[in-house]
């Protein structure tokens, strides 16, 4: 008797272990409330195992078992206070059946007692219960000894069961509360951050180019002629052609000219269109582009180039809506929307005689200021990553950008804008022999990048050079050589250290992005080539928010 107590201790100390281990192992209850019925079966020679937990509409059903049939796990339903399941759950006490057969509060719903009329079949059914109440019953059903009478060994042994299954499901239930409160929580913040304003065709999650997005938004239903103004490679073109596919005339063609390609004659020629005969070599009537933008936009580019004679014969155009086809005297009416594009000064160009003020006037109804791509860092990342995305198709390869990488190409200065950084990640990854871009497989870092040189140049446009700040030409390119001829360098805080920090803030921000390029971003050796002392620098760069990168 003591022995079997004995055998009988070890195997549900056994149990217990096992259970305890494969409770823990995972938060799949499914799997892991399986594996239990499994080890207790296993375990104690048991003949079935069923757990039954209470779903959000009151009923009690069937989540896993063992020992019963596909068809049999589908009559799983009671409600509270039926039969020996229901009444386990509604009292929160374990129910003992000696012999299901003569029990007549077994529903047998699943066949037990038809499975083995010839022996007599015990039933035992727990509460499963966690954080101070019931959430299911553990049953049981083995096959019983002529002279058993005692059932509290696998009462006991039960009980402790579920209530390792009621502290997993209820650690389970928190979990998946709190999981899905992230969930709406995190879908609640993408919202948030999510852009108001959104074009098909153009990347920007940055505050400039939202602003340009809702501007966009607000011009394109209507028929008012837009003009375009920002540096060469802002993408004026791109948001020409979202403005057309927002308006009511996205059917239409969109008919694009470039001003600054074309001399005065081929530009009338292929604006208003020629009739035959008109000059040598038009041996037929051709249609211009205006004509061919019948109904919808016309989009010129370089609008600042164009001669002064042309601007008066540009002028009536946009004025009457009519024109002439070059050598031909019948007036065509055309319905275009004009969009034009300059990344010229028109004002100093009116103000100095090279463009005509009521062209000016005429043209600028609504302008769309486009910023450059240095104010719109935050739309580097996935411009880079489309860039790279469309290099890795069309040459078959899986070249990746680590981050010490992207944060190089969010740190450049990028005068050419947009175009100067699809270069570069192109050229980048087409000469990474790896799979791989690092922060050394750029140029810059061994001041190899050329346009490093046009950092300290102050350009009014695309077009013409102006003047370059306080830093001699030769240093440029030799800043450790003096210039024949040239002066004494200043000492520390004299001289052009005024001429670098004392001119207007986005002046004085770009020269200094510009010297810690060139000087491969050593704060001293930047300090150097500005004449300046190194604590200057440091608080220029601190003044100015520049982060100083490391490579």
């Known amino acids: 008797m003591v022995k079997a107590q004995q055998e009988r201790a070890s195997l549900e100390l056994l149990a217990m272990y096992q259970i305890s281990k494969v409770l823990g192992s995972s938060l799949d209850i499914a799997k892991t409330f399986r594996e239990t019925l499994n080890v207790l079966n296993s375990t104690m020679g048991w003949r079935r195992n069923m757990i039954v937990l209470k779903e959000d509409d009151g009923l009690l059903r069937g989540f896993c078992a063992i ?42 719903r699943t066949g037990a007692v038809d499975q083995s009329p010839s022996e007599a079949i015990a039933y035992v059914a ?29 009462v006991r042994l039960l009980t402790m069961v579920g209530t390792l299954i009621g502290q997993t499901l209820l650690l389970h239930r928190n ?28 990347i920007g999650v940055s505050a400039p180019m939202q602003e340009v997005f809702a501007q966009v938004h607000l011009v394109a239903p209507a028929r008012t002629t837009v003009l375009l103004r920002g540096e060469s490679g802002t993408g004026k073109e791109v948001i020409a052609r979202a403005i057309h596919n927002l308006s009511p005339r996205k059917d239409a063609p969109f008919i694009r000219v470039n001003c600054a390609a074309l001399t005065e004659s ?49 002028l009536r155009v946009l004025q009457e809506r009519e024109f002439e086809r070059v050598g031909g005297t019948q007036p065509v009416k055309v319905d275009v929307r004009l969009v034009l594009a300059t990344n010229r000064q028109l004002e100093k ?37 489309h860039f790279l995305s469309r290099f890795n198709a069309e040459n078959h390869r899986s070249i990746k950008l680590t981050p010490k990488a992207l944060r190089v ?30 922060d050394l497989s750029f140029p810059c870092h061994d001041n190899r990048c050329l346009t490093q040189v046009l950092h300290h140049v102050d350009r009014e446009d695309a077009v013409r050079p102006r003047r370059t700040i306080d830093i001699p030409v030769k240093e ?15 000492k520390a805080g004299e001289g052009s250290a005024t001429a670098v920090l004392d001119d207007k803030p986005q002046g004085e921000r770009d020269r200094l ?9 050593v704060q001293a050796k930047a300090a150097r080539l500005l004449n300046i002392s190194p604590r200057q620098m440091g608080y220029a760069l601190q003044k100015h928010g520049i982060e100083v990168r490391k490579f």
């Open 513 to 521: 992005v510009w010297a810690m390029e060139r000087c491969g971003w």
């Open 266 to 314: 081929l530009l009338e020629s292929e604006l208003f269109g020629h009739e035959k005969g008109s000059f040598t070599g038009a041996t037929g009537q051709r249609k211009g582009r205006f004509e061919m933008a019948h109904g919808g936009t016309l989009f010129l580019d370089e609008i600042g180039d164009i001669s002064p004679s042309f601007q008066a014969k540009l």
């Open 67 to 108: 020992g019963l049939s596909r068809e049999e796990e589908q009559r799983w339903e009671y409600a509270v206070g039926e039969g020996i399941i229901g009444r386990a759950f509604a009292s929160g006490m374990p129910i003992t059946v000696p012999d299901i057969a003569r029990e007549p509060m077994f529903l047998n």
């Open 409 to 438: 190409l969010t740190s450049c200065y990028w005068p050419g804008n947009v175009r100067e950084l699809e270069n570069c990640v192109e050229r980048t990854a087409t000469m990474t022999a790896g799979s791989e871009i690092t």
């Open 349 to 385: 160009m009116v103000a100095a005689g090279e463009f005509r003020a009521d062209l000016y006037y005429r043209i600028n109804v609504v302008s769309v200021f486009l910023p450059p791509l240095r104010e719109r860092r935050d739309d580097i990342p996935a411009m880079v990553e």
């Open 476 to 490: 440029v390119y030799t800043p450790r050589e003096a210039a024949p001829g040239a002066a004494a360098p200043a």
């Open 126 to 154: 727990t509460p499963i219960r966690a954080g101070g109440r019931t959430l299911g019953v553990l049953t049981m059903d083995r096959a019983v000894p002529a002279k058993f009478a005692s059932f509290n060994d696998d």
């Open 175 to 202: 979990v998946s509360t709190e999981h899905e409160r992230l969930s709406d929580e995190a879908r609640r913040l993408q919202k948030a951050l999510r852009p108001a304003f959104q074009l098909e065709t153009v």
